[in-house]
């Protein structure tokens, strides 16, 4: 295959990964009834997003929000499949609203400053949006501001690093999978308030590479640059100021046949009682722990099944309350 055919195959692989974020689907999905699809204008521009409500709402009871961000692509109704409606579940045994918002022309501004996507060309101040999407909240629900967290895959991942990073004074943890952390927020990234983190990469991502470098398959076209999982740990450790030395454990291998392990490194207490917490997928891909398995492995790398990225992430969440 010459070079030129191989950057095209490889941008298909991408193009296609997207498009199966957007597409999938479900057969036991069956929580319509609590679900609305609503929209915001911000900017002059129509703002979308999937909202859940748990079965036990009442406007009587103050309920903690988490924001769920797609991955390039994708959108939140694919968000919501891919992760198996685990966190509409979970959002009804326990008690939080849940919302799946769409990224314009499905991508989010992370700050990467692409000219591909329009979201990063325009510089669509997405950002705003989720300021104004949780003032919204607030007028229309009863909501509990110190709770209201954070997480996304991929594209989504960076973007709820960088909502930590500008909106540390509304966001009491973020949750972050299948990316590290964007070269250029370093640079940009001033908290006001330290914010717990929580980050669950792969290291066999065929897209994100572990030691950092460019997005993209290996010999197809590139997305921007990321920092390796070490240094966004620490990163994230210092902001917070954080003990140098974490906690390890290793999680017990549920599903052995599935070619993963899970690591866990959890550095705290730090800053305001926040955490910083690395859940490593040894094998693991592109993918959303315990989610669906949404390309063949040969394409995006093994779905671990050793750990449920939504029940992980809700209990990381659950933790920690915006001080």
């Not at 499905?106 to 000219?115: A, E, P, S, V």
């Not at 003990?243 to 305001?272: A, F, H, L, M, W």
Request: glycine residues 10%; proline residues 6%.
């Amino acid at each position: 295959m010459n070079q030129r055919k191989t950057r095209s195959f490889c941008f298909l692989l991408l193009s296609l990964v997207g498009f199966v974020l957007l597409s999938l689907s479900h057969p036991e999905f069956s929580s319509a009834q609590h679900s609305r699809r609503s929209s915001i204008t911000v900017g002059g521009l129509e703002r979308t997003y999937h909202l859940y409500l748990p079965a036990s709402y009442e406007p009587s009871k103050s309920l903690p929000v988490v924001f769920l961000f797609h991955g390039g692509g994708g959108t939140g109704e694919g968000m919501e499949k891919l992760t198996l409606e685990g966190f509409n579940r979970i959002a009804d045994r326990e008690g939080f609203i849940v919302l799946y918002p769409d990224g314009i022309e499905k991508h989010w501004n992370d700050g990467r400053g692409l000219q591909v996507y329009r979201a990063h060309r325009e510089n669509i101040d997405d950002v705003g949006f989720l300021s104004a999407l949780i003032d919204h909240l607030i007028r229309t629900f009863n909501i509990d501001t110190t709770r209201i967290y954070a997480a996304g895959i991929s594209n989504g991942g960076q973007f709820s690093q960088r909502l930590a990073c500008e909106l540390s004074d509304r966001i009491a943890a973020i949750g972050v999978v299948a990316i590290q952390l964007p070269q250029h927020l370093p640079f940009s990234c001033a908290l006001k308030k330290p914010v717990s983190v929580l980050m669950m990469p792969g290291t066999e991502d065929p897209l994100v590479p572990w030691e950092g470098g460019e997005i993209g398959f290996r010999k197809g076209r590139k997305f921007g640059r990321v920092l390796s999982v070490s240094e966004s740990i620490k990163f994230w450790t210092t902001k917070n100021q954080c003990p140098s030395s974490p906690q390890i454990t290793s999680e017990p291998d549920r599903d052995p046949k599935d070619g993963t392990r899970v690591r866990r490194e959890i550095y705290g207490p730090c800053n305001q009682e926040t955490e910083v917490l690395l859940y490593t997928i040894e094998g693991g891909g592109h993918t959303w722990p315990g989610g669906d398995q949404y390309l063949p492995v040969w394409v995006i790398g093994r779905t671990s099944r050793d750990i449920d990225a939504n029940e992980a992430i809700w209990e990381f969440f659950k933790r920690h309350t915006r001080r």
